[in-house]
C-alpha cells in the first residue's frame, strides 16, 4: 500500500497540458513543420515577411485552446522559412488554414484520422461557417502561392476540404481518403475576381475514396490533365465554368454516381466513366475536341446537351439505359448498347457520320431535326 499513495499523487498533479490540445511548429532546413497530437487542434498558417511565417491557434469547437509551443492559443512567429510547409495532424477532429503565403517548397498536409476541415487561400466560407457556430474565426483568409506541389491526405474521417485563390505551379493531389467527405475547388460565382481566380499549372488529381463524396469544382483554369478518381462510395461530382488545357478523366465507383459537368471547356479528350451503379451523366455547354462516355453496369441516364467536338462516343454497358443528345455539334457519333433494352435519342444534333448499335435487348433510336451526313444502326427494333 506504501507505494499507491505516491502513484496517485503523481498522476493528480501531472501538469495540464499533458492531456491538452498540443501542437508543436518549428522550421528545419528552411521548411515548416507543424506536428498535431491526438486531440482536437486549430491552427492557422501565414506569413508576416520574407522569411517569417507564423502559427497561431484557436479554441476547438469545444472551447478548448490549442497549445502551439507552450502557449494557450499562441501566435508563434518562425524565422528562417525558406522551402516548403509540412502538417502532420494526427488523430482529433483538426482545422487547418494556411492562406497569405508564397511557399517555395511542397505544401503537404497530413490530416490524419478523425471529421478534419483544411482550408487553402482564400477561403472565406470557412470563416463565415465558424462564425455561425459560434467559434471565433483565426482570422480573414487571403490568396495563397504554392511554387511547387500542393498535397492534401484526408486519410479517415469525415473531412472538409476547400481550395480558393490558389496558384499552384507543381502536381496538385487531394486523397480524401475514407469517410463521407467534402471538397470545393474554387468559388461558386459567374466570374471569380482576380484575387480569388484559382489556378493549376501542373496535373491536378483528386482521390475521392471510401464512402459517399461530394467534389465541387468552380471556375478553376488547369494547364494540365485534371483526374477524379472514386473506386468505392458514391460520387457526387459537380463541374462548372473550368477550363482545362489538356485532358479531363473522371471515374465513378462501383454504386450510383452524379456527375454533372457544365460550361467545361476541354482542350482535348473528356472521359467519364461511370462504373457500376445507376449513374447520371450530365453534360451541358461544354466543348472537347473528344468526349467518350462509358456508363458501365447498370441502368443509366446520359443527358448531353450543347455540346461541340469532333468525336462523340458513348458505350452505355449493361441494363436499360438512357441517352438523350440535343444540340450537339460533332465531326462523328458513335453509340453503343449492351444487354438489355436501351434507348438512344438525338435532336437537333450535327454530324458527318453516325453510327448506333443497341447490341443486345429492344432497343429504341429517337431522332428528331439533326442534320447527318450518314447514319447507319446496327440492333435497333425500334426507330
Same mark, same amino acid.
Given at each position: 500500500m506504501?507505494?499507491?499513495?505516491?502513484?496517485v499523487f503523481l498522476?493528480l498533479?501531472?501538469?495540464?497540458t499533458?492531456?491538452?490540445?498540443?501542437v508543436?511548429?518549428?522550421?528545419s532546413g528552411?521548411?515548416?513543420?507543424?506536428y498535431g497530437?491526438?486531440?482536437d487542434n486549430?491552427?492557422?498558417i501565414?506569413s508576416?515577411?520574407? !522569411?517569417?511565417?507564423r502559427?497561431v491557434g484557436?479554441?476547438?469547437?469545444?472551447?478548448?485552446?490549442t497549445?502551439?509551443?507552450?502557449q494557450?492559443?499562441?501566435?508563434i512567429a518562425?524565422n528562417?522559412?525558406?522551402?516548403?510547409?509540412y502538417?502532420?495532424?494526427?488523430s482529433?477532429?483538426d482545422d487547418?488554414?494556411i492562406h497569405?503565403?508564397?511557399?517555395?517548397g511542397?505544401?503537404?498536409?497530413?490530416l490524419?484520422?478523425g471529421n478534419?476541415?483544411m482550408?487553402v487561400?482564400?477561403?472565406?466560407?470557412?470563416?463565415?461557417?465558424?462564425?455561425?457556430?459560434?467559434l471565433t474565426?483565426?482570422?480573414y483568409?487571403?490568396?495563397?502561392?504554392?511554387?511547387?506541389?500542393l498535397?492534401v491526405?484526408g486519410i479517415?474521417?469525415?473531412? +472538409?476540404?476547400?481550395?480558393? !485563390?490558389v496558384?499552384?505551379v507543381?502536381r496538385?493531389?487531394v486523397n480524401?481518403?475514407?469517410?463521407i467527405d467534402?471538397?470545393t475547388?474554387?468559388?461558386?460565382s459567374?466570374?471569380?475576381t482576380?484575387?480569388?481566380?484559382t489556378e493549376?499549372?501542373?496535373?491536378l488529381?483528386?482521390i475521392?475514396g471510401?464512402?459517399r463524396?461530394?467534389v465541387?469544382i +468552380?471556375g478553376i483554369d488547369?494547364?494540365?490533365n485534371?483526374?477524379?478518381?472514386?473506386?468505392n462510395?458514391?460520387?457526387?461530382? =459537380?463541374m462548372?465554368?473550368v477550363?482545362?488545357?489538356?485532358?479531363?478523366?473522371?471515374n465513378?465507383s462501383?454504386?450510383?454516381?452524379l456527375?454533372e459537368l457544365?460550361g467545361v471547356?476541354?482542350r482535348?479528350e473528356l472521359?467519364?466513366?461511370?462504373?457500376?451503379?445507376?449513374?447520371?451523366i450530365?453534360v451541358?455547354?461544354?466543348?472537347?475536341?473528344?468526349?467518350?462516355?462509358d456508363?458501365? /453496369?447498370g441502368?443509366?441516364?446520359v443527358?448531353?446537351?450543347? +455540346?461541340?467536338?469532333?468525336l462523340l462516343r458513348t458505350?452505355?454497358?449493361?441494363?436499360?439505359?438512357n441517352?438523350s443528345v440535343?444540340a450537339g455539334d460533332?465531326?462523328? =457519333?458513335?453509340?453503343?448498347g449492351?444487354t438489355a433494352?436501351d434507348r438512344?435519342s438525338?435532336?437537333?444534333?450535327?454530324?458527318n457520320?453516325?453510327f /448506333?448499335?443497341?447490341? /443486345?435487348g429492344?432497343?429504341?433510336?429517337?431522332?428528331?431535326?439533326n442534320s447527318? !451526313?450518314?447514319?447507319?444502326?446496327d440492333?435497333?427494333?425500334n426507330d
Amino acid at each position: 500500500m506504501k507505494w499507491i499513495i505516491p502513484i496517485v499523487f503523481l498522476f493528480l498533479n501531472l501538469p495540464n497540458t499533458l492531456f491538452s490540445n498540443e501542437v508543436d511548429a518549428f522550421i528545419s532546413g528552411g521548411h515548416l513543420y507543424v506536428y498535431g497530437d491526438s486531440n482536437d487542434n486549430r491552427v492557422s498558417i501565414f506569413s508576416t515577411g520574407p !522569411g517569417q511565417i507564423r502559427v497561431v491557434g484557436a479554441s476547438n469547437s469545444a472551447g478548448q485552446p490549442t497549445i502551439v509551443n507552450g502557449q494557450s492559443n499562441g501566435s508563434i512567429a518562425l524565422n528562417g522559412w525558406s522551402g516548403g510547409v509540412y502538417a502532420y495532424m494526427y488523430s482529433g477532429n483538426d482545422d487547418v488554414t494556411i492562406h497569405d503565403v508564397t511557399v517555395a517548397g511542397v505544401a503537404h498536409f497530413d490530416l490524419g484520422n478523425g471529421n478534419d476541415g483544411m482550408h487553402v487561400g482564400q477561403t472565406m466560407s470557412a470563416m463565415d461557417s465558424i462564425l455561425r457556430s459560434g467559434l471565433t474565426p483565426i482570422s480573414y483568409t487571403g490568396e495563397a502561392e504554392m511554387n511547387s506541389a500542393l498535397r492534401v491526405l484526408g486519410i479517415g474521417g469525415n473531412d +472538409f476540404v476547400e481550395i480558393n !485563390g490558389v496558384s499552384v505551379v507543381g502536381r496538385t493531389t487531394v486523397n480524401l481518403g475514407s469517410g463521407i467527405d467534402s471538397l470545393t475547388i474554387g468559388q461558386e460565382s459567374a466570374e471569380p475576381t482576380a484575387s480569388s481566380l484559382t489556378e493549376f499549372g501542373a496535373p491536378l488529381s483528386i482521390i475521392a475514396g471510401a464512402d459517399r463524396d461530394d467534389v465541387n469544382i +468552380f471556375g478553376i483554369d488547369a494547364y494540365d490533365n485534371v483526374n477524379v478518381d472514386d473506386g468505392n462510395g458514391r460520387l457526387n461530382l =459537380i463541374m462548372t465554368d473550368v477550363w482545362v488545357n489538356n485532358s479531363l478523366s473522371v471515374n465513378g465507383s462501383t454504386v450510383a454516381d452524379l456527375v454533372e459537368l457544365t460550361g467545361v471547356f476541354v482542350r482535348n479528350e473528356l472521359d467519364v466513366d461511370g462504373f457500376d451503379g445507376n449513374d447520371i451523366i450530365n453534360v451541358y455547354s461544354s466543348q472537347a475536341t473528344n468526349l467518350l462516355i462509358d456508363a458501365g /453496369v447498370g441502368s443509366d441516364r446520359v443527358t448531353i446537351d450543347d +455540346f461541340f467536338g469532333d468525336l462523340l462516343r458513348t458505350d452505355l454497358g449493361t441494363g436499360s439505359d438512357n441517352l438523350s443528345v440535343s444540340a450537339g455539334d460533332f465531326l462523328t =457519333i458513335l453509340g453503343y448498347g449492351s444487354t438489355a433494352n436501351d434507348r438512344f435519342s438525338y435532336d437537333t444534333t450535327l454530324a458527318n457520320e453516325v453510327f /448506333v448499335s443497341g447490341g /443486345v435487348g429492344t432497343d429504341t433510336l429517337v431522332q428528331a431535326g439533326n442534320s447527318f !451526313g450518314s447514319l447507319e444502326t446496327d440492333s435497333i427494333e425500334n426507330d
